[in-house]
């Protein structure tokens, strides 16, 4: 469950080392000071995450129909309520309000979900007279008060703050396979339907809008946004001078379009701001910070090295800067689709060339700092992705919104006072504001990202970036020059540099010369026994002390998580093995042959019932049988699993993470580890209904869903069906199963794309009309390493030639030492992982030293705390203990590299190796 930056944000405010969730958090006493000043001690009050629910006595609760919302911005929060408390008592509403005023700057935010974004008071009308008196109260009682437009509904005649939409009053939900919930209402009939949540006005298909009459699919588009609801209508704005050509991007804060100037001809970006967002730590208002942006711009703009500003101006009610077109793409894209260490194209030429062009863009970036300082300004805020980069090489620095003058008043003026992880030192942080020596601290990691993408793990372990920094230069051999000059400005106790000098040592980086041959890195491993001892014991204390970790930070206090873990643990359930307890359970067990009882005892305090938790294997009940019966409880395992059958979600989806593969395997595991024939029946079961759901064309065979592109990979794709129906075939010996697994595996081979050099990747998902060219990856959960988890098996089982060559043909794209993040799921010890496969299955030495390289990086990313050693989890921005994306997941190939050996079945990522047959080939060529 791959989760938006935005949505991450929320849970990195509550704690300074781990993922917390918002529920914990103390709030203030400003909103509930002005609740017990006014409400009878009769009324129930009661809090729900961010909000405190109250209902009058005697009153029953109404499930769904017209309710109300109240806007208001942090500032006016406190004043908002004290004013319509007294009519909602007098009224015996039943209502919910924000816990206080930090909470209501959140959801203000520009990162806040755009749906729910502006929401402080919700107001649950009994009928259409009660939600017709109570708005109208509402409205004069706000006359004169401001706030955000929300953008799921609409203004209640006579308001700018009071705003109505039909919706569900109670929380009915019905959970997804990857366990989070989705709120339902229900139609007449009573049928379910998905309560929808759009960031703009949306009528269920029964209703009609109280005010104008009109019904679904006949509402007119709202001006919330300037062209959101009809991006290529071609709308013009400020009285016809821009043309709107495309949506580029929303957010909370408004959109980004791409028009046309009509008084030039020429191309511009417009740039939108929505009042009453609030933006930064003050909350300064989105439609003021684009007027002083607008200003920096314009003061910058004789430089050539910022995005020229065309005109700022006000329509409707929201402000537009409109800018130059830059064509091209931001620099923190360029630094990996042109970096030879990710696209794998280690050659002196290519290094040459790939630095060289580099060093001039660096230069542009020295001149417009030092362009910024002459005046005055500080940028505060440069980050790789606000650096444009044209198609001749030239920059243009672009969101400026933390800009300001040195000696600017507090207030708008000095900017939003935002920062990007890992750009910023740690006096800006604790100032809240940035200086010039951040400019050079963020510089340094821009740096740094373009040789490799890890300056943000600085976020969480200063040490961090200099330790893969110290790594990679020596793999490529990076000239000393060029890592003295990251480490001088990556570091924040350093003196200013002179802009003159700087500039003379970036021009003086001996890029010509410094490659004559390959770099280590691009050379084949090569490990004596003296370099893997000496691993081994690196790797035996790394260990130790994640297990330690684990131990010393489970909180057994808590219901919502036991370690500290992804974002996802408290959008699902604790228990799973993705980002829950038996994940990390399930680990610590492999590494020390056992699990302390109070750990888990408190996992079985836990529900694994149909409503807590879904059927499948990484986020259900499935993985958490399979982690019971691995540490030793077999007879919990066994009722775990034979409660999870008949889940309402056990056939909705066909993969391996989320849905009926997953669980046909844990089937398989608890039939092998039980004995009961029962689970080999309903794994089956699985099989029979995987065949008549799936869709047959050209000998192949995939599951499509309406609903969204068909996956591609291990994780929801047709790679870990096949996986499944193979291990079914090793235990039931039916030809027809092997078939189906062939026809699928090779559906999803089929979908390989070809990169520079020939080395093939995979899309995440199968190309569209809509969209035909789709980003690659190479990853366990999505792209070539999940593919050919399930390829190495195929062979061994069949001895196909044909797929011996895929097998060469898709190695190359994992043999990679680093990428972004060092997790299982999706980053460098899934890799790690694949190639100690290929090693067991193909016994070449050559891939085991390849896996050790591999190890190296993700050393390079161990956290040692007080309480042992952490990796970091997503995003590399908080600790995680999790299987997917932290520690339990790096821990599996760690431990693993001490035990792989060829003919091996040492792949501890809930595989059914032991199905397979000892001598390869079993069932013949193709």
Same mark, same amino acid.
């Given at each position: 469950?791959?989760?938006?930056?935005?949505?991450?944000?929320?849970?990195?405010?509550?704690?300074?080392?781990?993922?917390?969730?918002?529920?914990?958090?103390?709030?203030?006493?400003?909103?509930?000071?002005?609740?017990?000043?006014?409400?009878?001690?009769?009324?129930?009050?009661?809090?729900?995450?961010?909000?405190?629910?109250?209902?009058?006595?005697?009153?029953?609760?109404?499930?769904?129909?017209?309710?109300?919302?109240?806007?208001?911005?942090?500032?006016?929060?406190?004043?908002?309520?004290?004013?319509?408390?007294?009519?909602?008592?007098?009224?015996?509403?039943?209502?919910?309000?924000?816990?206080?005023?930090?909470?209501?700057?959140?959801?203000?935010?520009?990162?806040?979900?755009? #749906?729910?974004?502006?929401?402080?008071? !919700?107001?649950?009308?009994?009928?259409?007279?009660?939600?017709?008196?109570?708005?109208?109260?509402?409205?004069?009682?706000?006359?004169?008060?401001?706030?955000?437009?929300?953008?799921?509904?609409?203004?209640?005649?006579?308001?700018?703050?009071?705003?109505?939409?039909?919706?569900?009053?109670?929380?009915?939900?019905?959970?997804?396979?990857?366990?989070?919930?989705?709120?339902?209402?229900?139609?007449?009939?009573?049928?379910?339907?998905?309560?929808?949540?759009?960031?703009?006005?949306?009528?269920?298909?029964?209703?009609?809008?109280?005010?104008?009459?009109?019904?679904?699919?006949?509402?007119?588009?709202?001006?919330?946004?300037?062209?959101?609801?009809?991006?290529?209508?071609?709308?013009?704005?400020?009285?016809?001078?821009? &043309?709107?050509?495309?949506?580029?991007?929303?957010?909370?804060?408004?959109?980004?379009?791409?028009?046309?100037?009509?008084?030039?001809?020429?191309?511009?970006?417009?740039?939108?701001?929505?009042?009453?967002?609030?933006?930064?730590?003050?909350?300064?208002?989105?439609?003021?910070?684009?007027?002083?942006?607008?200003?920096?711009?314009?003061?910058?703009?004789?430089?050539?090295?910022?995005?020229?500003?065309?005109?700022?101006?006000?329509?409707?009610?929201?402000?537009?800067?409109?800018?130059?077109?830059?064509?091209?793409?931001?620099?923190?894209?360029?630094?990996?689709?042109?970096?030879?260490?990710?696209?794998?194209?280690?050659?002196?030429?290519? +290094?040459?060339?790939?630095?060289?062009?580099?060093?001039?863009?660096?230069?542009?970036?020295?001149?417009?700092?030092?362009?910024?300082?002459?005046?005055?300004?500080?940028?505060?805020?440069?980050?790789?992705?606000?650096?444009?980069?044209?198609?001749?090489?030239?920059?243009?620095?672009?969101?400026?919104?933390?800009?300001?003058?040195?000696?600017?008043?507090?207030?708008?003026?000095?900017?939003?006072?935002?920062?990007? $992880?890992?750009?910023?030192?740690?006096?800006?942080?604790?100032?809240?504001?940035?200086?010039?020596?951040?400019?050079?601290?963020?510089?340094?990691?821009?740096?740094?990202?373009?040789?490799?993408?890890?300056? @943000?793990?600085?976020?969480?372990?200063?040490?961090?970036?200099?330790?893969?920094?110290?790594?990679?230069?020596?793999?490529?051999?990076?000239?000393?020059?060029?890592?003295?000059?990251?480490?001088?400005?990556?570091?924040?106790?350093?003196? +200013?540099?002179?802009?003159?000098?700087?500039?003379?040592?970036?021009?003086?980086?001996?890029?010509?010369?410094?490659?004559?041959?390959?770099?280590?890195?691009?050379?084949?491993?090569?490990?004596?026994?003296?370099?893997?001892?000496?691993?081994?014991?690196?790797?035996?204390? &790394? +260990?130790?002390?994640?297990?330690?970790?684990?131990?010393?930070?489970?909180?057994?206090?808590?219901?919502?998580?036991?370690?500290?873990?992804?974002?996802?643990?408290?959008?699902?359930?604790?228990?799973?093995?993705?980002?829950?307890?038996?994940? !990390?359970?399930?680990?610590?067990?492999?590494?020390?042959?056992?699990?302390?009882?109070?750990?888990?005892?408190?996992?079985?305090?836990?529900?694994?019932?149909?409503?807590?938790?879904?059927?499948?294997?990484?986020?259900?009940?499935?993985?958490?049988?399979?982690?019971?019966?691995?540490?030793?409880?077999?007879?919990?395992?066994?009722?775990?699993?034979?409660?999870?059958?008949?889940?309402?979600?056990?056939?909705?989806?066909?993969?391996?993470?989320?849905?009926?593969?997953?669980?046909?395997?844990?089937?398989?595991?608890?039939?092998?580890?039980?004995?009961?024939?029962?689970?080999?029946?309903?794994?089956?079961?699985?099989?029979?209904?995987?065949?008549?759901?799936?869709?047959?064309?050209?000998?192949?065979?995939?599951?499509?869903?309406?609903?969204?592109?068909?996956?591609?990979?291990?994780?929801?794709?047709?790679?870990?069906?096949?996986?499944?129906?193979?291990?079914?075939?090793?235990?039931?010996?039916?030809?027809?199963?092997? @078939?189906?697994?062939?026809?699928?595996?090779?559906?999803?081979?089929?979908?390989?794309?070809?990169?520079?050099?020939?080395?093939?990747?995979?899309?995440?998902?199968?190309?569209?009309?809509?969209?035909?060219?789709?980003?690659?990856?190479?990853?366990?959960?999505?792209?070539?390493?999940?593919?050919? &988890?399930?390829?190495?098996?195929?062979?061994?089982?069949?001895?196909?030639?044909?797929?011996?060559?895929?097998?060469?043909?898709?190695?190359?794209?994992?043999?990679?030492?680093?990428?972004?993040?060092? @997790?299982?799921?999706?980053?460098?010890? #899934?890799?790690?992982?694949?190639?100690?496969?290929?090693?067991?299955?193909?016994?070449?030495?050559?891939?085991?030293?390849?896996?050790?390289?591999?190890?190296?990086?993700?050393?390079?990313?161990?956290?040692?705390?007080?309480?042992?050693?952490?990796?970091?989890?997503?995003? &590399?921005?908080?600790?995680?203990?999790?299987?997917?994306?932290?520690?339990?997941?790096?821990?599996?190939?760690?431990?693993?590299?001490?035990?792989?050996? $060829?003919?091996?079945?040492?792949?501890?990522?809930?595989?059914?190796?032991?199905?397979?047959?000892?001598?390869?080939?079993?069932?013949?060529?193709?």
């Amino acid at each position: 469950m791959q989760l938006e930056w935005e949505i991450i944000q929320t849970y990195m405010t509550h704690h300074p080392r781990w993922f917390e969730d918002f529920e914990r958090r103390v709030p203030s006493g400003e909103h509930l000071c002005e609740y017990r000043a006014v409400m009878p001690a009769q009324w129930r009050l009661w809090r729900r995450g961010y909000w405190l629910l109250t209902a009058p006595p005697q009153v029953p609760a109404v499930a769904q129909g017209w309710k109300l919302h109240v806007s208001a911005t942090s500032r006016t929060s406190a004043a908002t309520l004290r004013a319509v408390l007294p009519l909602l008592r007098d009224a015996a509403v039943h209502f919910k309000f924000l816990i206080d005023p930090a909470a209501m700057l959140e959801s203000n935010g520009k990162s806040f979900p755009r #749906g729910s974004s502006g929401k402080f008071i !919700t107001v649950y009308p009994a009928d259409e007279r009660e939600f017709r008196a109570v708005g109208d109260a509402l409205t004069a009682a706000l006359s004169g008060f401001d706030g955000p437009h929300i953008l799921s509904d609409r203004r209640y005649p006579g308001s700018r703050v009071v705003h109505y939409r039909y919706g569900g009053f109670v929380s009915i939900s019905r959970m997804r396979p990857s366990g989070s919930k989705e709120l339902l209402i229900r139609t007449p009939d009573g049928e379910p339907v998905v309560d929808i949540r759009h960031p703009y006005f949306h009528l269920p298909y029964w209703v009609t809008d109280p005010f104008t009459g009109e019904a679904a699919g006949e509402a007119a588009p709202v001006r919330a946004t300037a062209a959101e609801q009809a991006p290529d209508t071609g709308i013009t704005l400020a009285d016809g001078r821009f &043309t709107v050509v495309s949506a580029m991007k929303f957010s909370n804060r408004g959109g980004i379009y791409h028009g046309v100037d009509n008084e030039t001809g020429a191309d511009v970006v417009i740039r939108e701001a929505r009042p009453g967002v609030q933006i930064g730590p003050e909350g300064t208002d989105a439609a003021e910070l684009l007027r002083h942006e607008y200003e920096m711009l314009t003061e910058l703009a004789d430089t050539g090295l910022f995005v020229r500003p065309v005109a700022f101006f006000t329509d409707w009610e929201h402000s537009f800067v409109a800018e130059e077109f830059v064509e091209g793409t931001h620099l923190g894209h360029l630094g990996i689709i042109e970096n030879p260490v990710y696209n794998l194209d280690l050659t002196a030429e290519r +290094l040459t060339d790939y630095y060289e062009r580099f060093r001039a863009l660096w230069l542009q970036v020295a001149d417009a700092i030092a362009a910024c300082h002459e005046r005055g300004i500080v940028l505060g805020d440069l980050s790789l992705t606000n650096i444009m980069v044209t198609a001749d090489d030239r920059i243009r620095v672009i969101d400026l919104e933390s800009a300001f003058h040195e000696d600017a008043p507090p207030g708008v003026a000095r900017g939003a006072r935002l920062y990007t $992880p890992g750009m910023v030192t740690r006096r800006a942080r604790v100032a809240g504001q940035g200086d010039r020596g951040t400019d050079y601290y963020a510089f340094g990691g821009l740096i740094l990202g373009c040789v490799m993408l890890c300056h @943000q793990t600085d976020f969480i372990d200063r040490t961090m970036p200099r330790r893969l920094l110290a790594e990679v230069a020596a793999d490529l051999a990076l000239p000393a020059d060029l890592v003295r000059l990251i480490g001088d400005l990556y570091d924040e106790d350093a003196a +200013l540099p002179d802009p003159g000098e700087l500039r003379r040592r970036i021009e003086a980086l001996p890029f010509a010369d410094a490659w004559r041959q390959p770099p280590p890195l691009g050379l084949p491993p090569a490990t004596d026994g003296t370099a893997r001892a000496e691993l081994h014991k690196r790797v035996e204390a &790394t +260990l130790s002390g994640v297990a330690d970790f684990w131990r010393n930070t489970a909180d057994l206090d808590r219901q919502d998580r036991l370690f500290p873990a992804d974002v996802a643990v408290f959008r699902t359930n604790p228990l799973s093995l993705a980002h829950g307890a038996y994940g !990390t359970l399930y680990a610590l067990h492999r590494l020390r042959g056992t699990v302390p009882d109070e750990l888990h005892a408190w996992a079985l305090r836990q529900s694994t019932a149909h409503d807590a938790m879904p059927a499948g294997l990484y986020f259900g009940a499935a993985g958490v049988a399979w982690a019971q019966s691995a540490i030793g409880c077999p007879d919990i395992a066994v009722r775990t699993l034979l409660d999870a059958h008949g889940h309402p979600q056990l056939l909705t989806e066909p993969g391996v993470l989320t849905g009926t593969a997953g669980y046909g395997m844990a089937c398989l595991r608890l039939w092998r580890d039980s004995g009961l024939e029962e689970f080999l029946d309903r794994a089956r079961a699985v099989g029979d209904h995987l065949a008549g759901a799936a869709h047959r064309d050209n000998g192949l065979a995939s599951w499509p869903d309406a609903s969204r592109a068909t996956p591609v990979g291990y994780a929801e794709g047709a790679a870990g069906v096949a996986m499944f129906l193979l291990a079914l075939h090793c235990a039931t010996g039916d030809p027809d199963t092997l @078939q189906l697994g062939r026809a699928a595996l090779d559906f999803d081979l089929a979908q390989a794309v070809a990169a520079s050099g020939g080395r093939l990747s995979f899309p995440a998902s199968v190309a569209t009309d809509d969209k035909p060219t789709m980003v690659v990856r190479h990853y366990w959960d999505h792209g070539t390493a999940g593919i050919l &988890t399930t390829l190495l098996r195929y062979h061994h089982v069949t001895g196909d030639p044909w797929l011996r060559e895929r097998i060469t043909e898709l190695l190359p794209d994992v043999r990679r030492k680093y990428t972004v993040f060092p @997790q299982l799921f999706h980053g460098t010890s #899934g890799l790690g992982n694949v190639l100690l496969d290929a090693y067991e299955f193909l016994g070449d030495a050559e891939l085991l030293a390849e896996a050790e390289r591999v190890a190296e990086a993700v050393l390079c990313t161990a956290i040692e705390r007080p309480e042992g050693i952490v990796f970091p989890g997503e995003q &590399t921005v908080r600790e995680s203990c999790d299987l997917a994306s932290g520690s339990a997941g790096v821990a599996l190939f760690l431990d693993r590299l001490r035990r792989a050996r $060829p003919g091996g079945r040492s792949n501890a990522n809930f595989l059914l190796d032991d199905l397979l047959p000892a001598d390869p080939g079993r069932a013949g060529a193709r």
